[in-house]
């Protein structure tokens, strides 16, 4: 669940001062208020997945293909989303070439991957990406020119695609490198990238996935893929190439171990064409890669043959009475290899193969389908090479064999132009009285000819259809024994199904195609009721025949306006339904039915067999259970398939209904690809976390799904519409995306890649309780305006200031003024009204502590980029909203650090995070000069949230969130850039955070008393000093006069967060408290990194003389006047540096058994039985082994070095563990 971000609201009095000791800075009327507490979050990335991609079920190891023109079917390739950091700006070269222009021949690493990587027997913890895509291990490489593998001069390389690739060139969205890291894999993506020399005509998209074996996503047991997108150049301009090609010039993809003792090649890419013949052979065409992927295990010393062209998703499926032929092949990892394929089925009764062998290995199958085929069933491949030692890949195929003749499975009638079309004997009912409106649904092929070919007619009536030289679709009606004839304005869409519907009114006439009205005429008159047959398909008397299908011919008995034939166009017709007069579907035999009165059409010269096919959409039913996945939820049978398999049909549509009586609502669970889907009024559909709807085409929704937290990913090749409104929760765009009407976004928008074009529309990122929505950007951009709102949740215990910043470019005051009058503008704190909203200028140099913070001049005032703000809200839940253009891209600002009286007040900058989603501080580039921590006010407990160096306090997270205001230091002026390298997307209800360094010791106390609470933190770091280390140390901001304070100091200066180098001996820590109130306090632990038990921490009280083991005992309660010192307390750290102290500790404590670190040693204290005693390194590496055979042993370990160690002492029937740490001064 999301964490609603809170402001607080309420109205209270006058000063305090933010930092002490002296009197300056921030100070404001008891003001200040938290954005960080809460940021939508998008789990699982993107699944940003949730990843983006198709997950159809697959055999790990071989290749999966898709249709690269519709991007359908990529289960193999994972798109990017917030998961993921852009590498662009961390390239770096190691000669002077790749030096001088990382972005062309550099490279990124050492990847400290935290798992291994095993690569023919050789096991590797890191490695370098190069620019020139690909992999290596142990170093960094630029060649920019690739070799065929083996090559003795390689070193260790894995090659999605070795070419010259230059990342200099322009592009939207072109020349980035993403990588995102997880606990047992990487993924790295080449994102549109050129070639040298800076060349985007052609672009290249790939990628490549490592794990250590234990993923399912690519299988287990299989730890590499190579995965394409869209490929469409072979070599740079310096390696022999122009325009992307050369001759006898070209790319590699493969991997080879240092000097090519053992290597695997897919191919080598050097045309411009689709060509592939194998490891070895001829140059094969670049187009070949497009929408393939290549799933392996490179474990071991000989990789298996991998397989081609088989279907993503290994099924097909079929009718009886069909032939279908499938032809793939198995492709040798090595040149000299041969592989020997075979391909059996026992169930099929006419299924036969041909198979050649070879370095690529070909096959062929067929299968003529026979009713007694019905059913399921199993093709397995096997692919013998004839390496050392030889290996063996197998795959299977799965063939489903549905009864499509009796079981009213998908289908609409075919007419092949010739002669085939369909007569219906007149009957009363195929009139439409004095208004009516017809319809149908067509799918052209070649257009031609001249005249008129009508999709269905009525001599004398009405005439349906279109110019046969024109493909425009053309409406008739006789009234008062004459035609009057209305034109579309455009043609239709060949080998694509359009919506075409006429209507006559009484007096108008209007003709609409797919939902829009295309062309309309006045027209007063009864259309004429004639006794001649219904013609579908044909004329009859010019003898011209329609070429394509057609599904869902219709005659309603009234006319519908715009908006209603608009959705009717997704309803099939309902015998229930008064006004319709006739419904002529293709089933049951492939027979023409008319729904109401049972009419059956005659077919003429019609093929059955052939006209077998898909009908313009697949209608869910529910019949059974709300899965998507089972074929008896839907209306025909089959499940929807947006690419076609076997012999059947792509579903153009899919269409989701209200369900009837007893029949269930559909729900997604996972993620499921369709072209176009329609959610009807009333169709109530459920999303669950796991949802994922990715839309290859375009979305109408007459009723928004319940997304709740399920993702929408629009990822087609063509511009995408997306109609009705919605109320989405995360959605993804990967391609170009066009709103016909206004959407609202709950968590996060993906700007994956394309543009999403607001139209003129209104898109509403949506804040509530509940939810805050955040845009993020990788290579997609946003064109139009767009409403990013933020709620603000009251709480009476809280300020009514308010820390915020509007991420909108050239954005006024006027955006804040439209949702709270801003009062007093141009005047300063101490005016009288005083202003209700201000900014803070450092370079102020006033004694006044309150002359830094003054109102603007008026709501026309523009707002600095990166620059905050407070405002006060007095009361109230209260939403505030800002309108524009989003920022995106580098952003930069200018830190100053003004001299004054008071020192401590200079250089104090107050920001604003200038994006409409999260910044991770951690991925900051902080400049020179400036502090590494930033500071946010935390409303509900009167105090400032500190982070720096993955560390918080009092809830500091990295995370900075959308709209919020901050604070930064300067030693001197500066200027910080942020870009879209920094922004983030996630769960921001958690900010405990340890140190990443696991050699840190981290610990952080909590003093909590009379309705307040407060954290300092201590952490021992071994690049930390003494003094003031602006990368790892925080200052204490102070809250009221009435809160409590709780800090440590550094010199003077008090500190939130407090680095120190790790102590040699017994350490004593200062603690500080400062409180409003007298009365009862507590202090707790609230978080310990547990690294050596050889450290004791007290809480040392100087007026009882008590030490307090906190960590052994609990809290520590006590009673506290406001008036007495503030450093009663203390922190110590004891190391138990004297032998005899820690004899006493073992009395006391009554502990019969110990094992510590102490002076170069292990001491183990009553053993009493034979032991053995292992150390191991923190990467699990076994240092050192001894036996003990004693009650008490020292053990010297002195060589080992500082660093933190396991310990595993075996007994008879016991294993215990520890961990310590050694640490050693230089």
């Known amino acids: 669940m999301y964490q609603t971000q809170k402001y607080h609201t309420k109205l209270t009095s006058f000063l305090f001062m933010v930092r002490q000791p002296k009197n300056v800075l921030f100070i404001l009327f008891l003001v200040f208020a938290n954005l960080f507490n809460a940021q939508p979050t998008k789990t699982n990335v993107i699944n940003q997945n949730q990843n983006l991609q198709q997950v159809y079920p697959q055999v790990p190891g071989y290749n999966n293909t898709f249709n690269s023109a519709n991007k359908v079917g990529t289960s193999c390739w994972n798109d990017l989303d917030a998961t993921y950091t852009n590498i662009r700006n961390s390239i770096t070269g190691d000669e002077p070439y790749s030096s001088a222009y990382p972005l062309d021949d550099g490279s990124y690493g050492p990847i400290n991957l935290g798992w291994t990587y095993t690569f023919y027997e050789v096991d590797y913890t890191s490695l370098y990406i190069n620019v020139n895509g690909n992999i290596t291990f142990g170093d960094l490489y630029s060649a920019y020119s690739a ?67 234990t993923d399912t996503e690519i299988g287990l047991g299989y730890n590499t893929r190579f995965a394409y997108d869209d490929m469409n150049w072979c070599v740079g301009d310096a390696s022999g190439g122009s325009g992307g090609f050369g001759s006898g010039v070209y790319g590699t993809v493969g991997a080879q171990t240092s000097g090519g003792a053992n ?38 010393l000989n990789v298996p043959p991998v397989a081609n062209d088989l279907p993503n998703n290994r099924e097909i499926s079929l009718c009886p009475n069909m032939s279908y032929s499938l032809s793939s092949s198995f492709s040798s990892p090595e040149v000299t290899q041969t592989t020997v394929t075979t391909v059996t089925n026992s169930t099929l009764t006419d299924f036969s193969v041909t198979s050649v062998d070879g370095n690529l290995s070909t096959q062929t199958i067929t299968i003529n389908t026979d009713v007694l085929d019905v ?37 609409s009638l075919y007419f092949d132009g010739v002669d085939d079309h369909v007569v219906v004997q007149h009957h009363n009912n195929l009139h439409s009285g004095g208004s009516g409106t017809y319809s149908a649904w067509v799918y052209p092929e070649a257009p031609g000819g001249s005249g008129e070919i009508p999709f269905m007619e009525k001599e004398e009536q009405f005439f349906l259809g279109l110019n046969a030289a024109t493909n425009i679709p053309r409406f008739k009606v006789y009234i008062g024994g004459a035609w009057y004839t209305l034109d579309a304005s455009s043609a239709l869409s060949t080998n694509e199904w359009n919506s075409v519907a006429g209507m006559i009114t009484g007096t108008e006439m209007k003709i609409v195609v797919n939902g829009v009205v295309e062309a309309s005429t006045s027209l007063v008159g009864a259309v004429n009721t004639s006794a001649y047959s219904l013609y579908i398909g044909a004329n009859n008397t010019t003898g011209m025949y329609y070429n394509g299908r057609l599904d869902e011919l219709r005659i309603w008995g009234r006319a519908y306006s715009d908006e209603e034939i608009d959705a009717m166009r997704w309803e099939l017709g309902s015998a229930s339904n008064v006004y319709l007069r006739a419904h002529f579907k293709c089933k049951n035999e492939v027979v023409l039915t008319n729904n109401v009165t049972s009419n059956h059409g005659t077919l003429t010269n019609i093929n059955t067999a052939s006209c077998w096919k898909q009908n313009y959409a697949s209608v869910w039913e529910g019949s059974v259970s709300n899965d998507f996945n089972d074929i008896e939820n839907w209306e025909e049978g089959l499940v929807p398939d947006p690419i076609g398999s076997g012999s059947l049909d792509a579903n153009e549509y899919v269409i989701i209904p209200k369900v009837g009586a007893g029949n269930n609502n559909l729900e997604i669970d996972a993620t499921i690809e369709v072209n176009i889907i329609i959610f009807n009024e009333n169709s109530a559909v459920t999303f669950t976390s796991l949802g994922d709807l990715t839309i290859l085409k375009d979305m109408y929704s007459y009723e928004s799904p319940n997304y709740e937290d399920g993702d929408v990913t629009f990822s087609g090749t063509q511009t995408q519409y997306i109609y009705g409104e919605n109320d989405f929760y995360n959605l993804n765009i990967d391609a170009n995306v066009l709103l016909e009407e206004d959407q609202n976004i709950y968590k996060v928008l993906t700007l994956n890649t394309g543009q999403l074009d607001v139209n003129s529309n209104e898109l509403t990122l949506i804040s509530n309780e509940n939810y805050s929505a955040e845009v993020f950007h990788n290579s997609g951009s946003l064109i139009g305006d767009v409403t990013l709102q933020r709620f603000i949740a009251y709480d009476d215990a809280a300020y009514g200031w308010h820390y915020l910043s509007l991420p909108v470019k050239n954005a006024t005051f006027n955006q804040v003024n439209d949702d709270i009058t801003l009062v007093a503008m141009g005047s300063g704190p101490m005016d009288s009204p005083w202003p209700n909203v201000m900014t803070y200028d450092e370079t102020n140099t006033n004694p006044d502590p309150q002359i830094g913070w003054w109102g603007p001049g008026n709501v026309s005032t523009t707002l600095e980029d990166m620059q905050g703000f407070v405002l006060f809200i007095p009361g109230g839940d209260f939403t505030i909203d800002v309108v524009g253009e989003f920022n995106s891209g580098s952003i930069s600002r200018i830190l100053t650090n003004t001299t004054s009286s008071d020192v401590d007040a200079d250089g104090w900058n107050f920001l604003g995070n200038p994006y409409p989603s999260m910044i991770d501080w951690d991925l900051v580039t902080i400049p020179e000069n400036m502090d590494n921590a930033f500071y946010v006010y935390d409303y509900e407990n009167d105090s400032y949230a500190s982070y720096v160096d993955d560390v918080g306090a009092n809830g500091g997270s990295n995370k900075i969130a959308t709209m919020q205001g901050f604070f930064v230091h300067v030693d001197q002026t500066t200027t910080l850039e942020l870009t879209n390298d920094v922004r983030t997307v996630g769960d921001n209800t958690s900010y405990m955070k340890i140190s990443k360094n696991e050699n840190d010791y981290l610990l952080k106390l909590i003093l909590d008393g009379e309705g307040y609470s407060d954290e300092t933190v201590i952490r021992f770091k071994e690049l930390s000093t003494n003094g003031f280390d602006s990368d790892y140390d925080a200052f204490k901001l102070m809250g009221s006069g009435n809160n409590l304070n709780f ?44 690294i050596d038990t050889n450290i004791t921490l007290f809480i040392e009280d100087t007026k009882t003389d008590s030490l307090h083991d906190i960590n052994k005992s609990g809290p520590l309660t006590f ?9 009663r307390f203390n922190l110590r750290f004891k190391f138990n540096g004297e032998e005899e102290e820690i004899e006493e500790e073992l009395e006391e404590e009554k502990v019969d058994f110990k094992m510590y670190y102490f002076n170069d040693c292990i001491r183990v204290k009553g053993l009493e039985e034979f032991a053995e005693l292992e150390i191991y390194s923190i990467t699990g590496q076994l240092v050192k082994k001894v036996s003990i055979n004693t009650k008490n042993a020292v053990l010297n370990i002195k060589e080992l070095s500082s660093g933190c160690y396991v310990l595993k002492l075996n007994k008879h029937n016991e294993v215990i563990t520890d961990k310590i740490l050694i640490h050693k001064a230089n």
């Open 147 to 213: 070799s065929g593998f083996p090559d003795a001069a390689v070193p260790a390389m894995i090659a999605p695609f070795w070419g010259d690739v230059d990342l200099r060139g322009t592009g939207v969205g072109a020349n980035q490198i993403y990588v995102k890291e997880e606990s047992n894999k990487i993924t790295i993506i080449w994102v549109g990238v050129g070639y040298y020399n800076q060349k985007t005509d052609l672009t290249n998209t790939f990628q490549l996935v490592l794990t250590d074996g």
């Open 263 to 300: 290597y695997y090649q897919i191919g080598l890419f050097g045309q411009d064409n689709s060509d592939y013949d194998g490891a070895g052979g001829d140059l094969d065409g670049i187009h070949y890669l497009d929408g393939r992927c290549f799933t392996m295990d490179l474990t071991a």
């Open 375 to 411: 059913g399921i069933h199993k093709i397995l491949y096997t692919a013998v090479d004839n390496g050392t030692p030889s290996a063996v890949a197998y795959d299977t195929l799965t063939v489903n064999v549905y009864n499509c003749s009796s079981s009213g499975d998908p289908a």
């Open 1047 to 1090: 800090y440590t100091k550094i010199g003077s200066d008090k500190i939130s967060i407090n680095s120190q180098p790790f102590p040699t001996s017994s350490k004593v820590i200062p603690m500080y408290l400062e409180v409003g109130k007298t009365g009862t306090y507590t202090f707790m632990l609230n978080y310990k990194d547990e």
């Open 1119 to 1127: 009673y506290f006047d406001k008036n007495e010192s503030n450093n």
